[in-house]
């Protein structure tokens, strides 16, 4: 992900995700997996990241389809968010999207939704 980020700095990013990942740091503090001092510098540099990347607002048009999207996809709410808020984004036209997500299961489904979707 760093490499990706270092050739390509440009984020669209789902609105809810800083609070995914603070969530995801926060578990791993609680389950032993991360010291206080690791998860101290993983928000660090979130607010790093967060400080450049571009968010894709709430919207009904991204509630719906995340709506369509649990209907069709082993998808859990945030994930057909951040589906939908991808497919928003990329409906609008943009040169050039990929998908980038550490997630099998949302890379599946960002594939049968038609977006170029980066894995490694």
């Known amino acids: 992900m760093v490499?990706?980020?270092?050739?390509?700095?440009e984020m669209l990013?789902?609105?809810g995700a800083r609070v995914e990942c603070v969530s995801a740091l926060a578990r791993r503090e609680r389950e032993g997996?991360?010291?206080?001092?690791?998860v101290t510098g993983a928000l660090a540099v979130l607010n790093l990241m967060s400080g450049r990347w571009h968010e894709v607002?709430?919207?009904g048009v991204v509630r719906r389809r995340a709506e369509r999207l649990l209907r069709v996809h082993p998808l859990g709410a945030a994930?057909?968010?951040q589906l939908a808020a991808a497919i928003t984004v990329m409906d609008?036209?943009?040169?050039?999207?990929?998908?980038?997500?550490?997630?099998?299961?949302?890379?599946?489904?960002?594939q049968r939704e038609g977006l170029s979707v980066i894995t490694d």
Do not use: K, T, Y
């Open 33 to 38: 997996h991360l010291s206080v001092g690791e």
């Open 92 to 110: 609008a036209g943009p040169s050039r999207f990929e998908f980038v997500s550490l997630d099998q299961r949302l890379n599946e489904a960002a």
């Open 79 to 81: 994930d057909a968010l």
């Open 13 to 15: 990013v789902w609105w």
């Open 3 to 9: 490499s990706l980020i270092g050739n390509d700095p």
């Open 57 to 59: 607002i709430p919207a």
